[in-house]
């Protein structure tokens, strides 16, 4: 699963005519339940937007459901609750970097999760959008498949990160979402991690020093 991640544009994303410009977002702790930066496409229009971190299905008013923060890629075609976001509002999570949790023993051990190189990426998401009392509320979750063997040991769930030459693709309601689904299977990328503070554990933590490496305990690990 993925239940935080990072974006605080230290890498700069790679560039698109066709999208417009991010905004000025910066965060090193993103939680569930907060808003954070999505890219979306209405129509023909890309747009950047706020939305909030747990996809609230579309439902009637006044039933309680719950609201996932992650999508399995193996079912999310299957899943009701997913079915018609996943056909029509898919959108771009960015980050820098996810953090995933070792468990050994009773023990839980907080990992950074990165792409070398230059650029930030950007995770697949799926979204709605509900009206009440006249404003919209935009909701999200992340995509996950099977974790790149590079981190297997760390946890066996990883989000789903896209080239970023199937951006468009997979933002615009024409594509085929088998297709897409069926390309990211697997991890196409590989994957970096290290160790942090159990800092990130706690939701007001954000600071730099949340991805650095940290060495706690360390002979435990390996």
């Known amino acids: 699963m993925c239940g935080r991640y990072s974006w605080a544009q230290k890498k700069a994303l790679p560039s698109h005519s ?11 702790n993103r939680a569930p339940g907060q ?19 747990g996809l609230d299905p579309l439902r009637q008013p006044m039933v309680k459901q719950p609201s996932p923060i992650n999508a399995r890629i193996e ?13 029509h ?10 953090f995933e949790w070792q468990k050994i023993e009773t023990q839980k051990y907080p990992h950074f999760h990165f792409l070398p190189g ?16 006249g404003q919209s509320n935009i909701t999200f979750a992340v995509l996950t498949h099977s974790a790149s063997p590079d981190i297997l040991p760390i946890h066996h ?23 897409l689904l069926s390309r990211y299977a697997q991890c196409q990328h590989t994957v970096l991690a290290h160790q942090v503070s159990s800092r990130v554990n706690r939701v007001h933590e954000d600071d730099p020093g949340i991805t650095d490496p940290f060495s706690e305990k360390q002979t435990t690990l390996w």
């Open 35 to 53: 808003e954070h930066p999505i890219s979306i496409q209405r129509e023909n229009s890309r747009e950047w937007t706020l939305a909030k971190w």
């Open 89 to 98: 509002r898919r959108c771009l999570v960015p980050a820098d970097g996810y």
């Open 157 to 179: 769930r990883m989000p789903v990160i896209l080239r970023s030459e199937d951006w468009l693709d997979w933002m615009s309601p024409q594509s085929n979402p088998d297709l």
């Open 118 to 133: 230059p650029h930030s990426f950007a995770m697949a998401g799926i979204w709605n959008e509900s009206k009440q009392g």
């Open 18 to 28: 066709s999208l417009p410009t991010p905004p000025q977002s910066v965060s090193y």
């Open 75 to 87: 079912t999310v075609l299957e899943k009701p609750v997913f079915q018609n976001s996943i056909l």
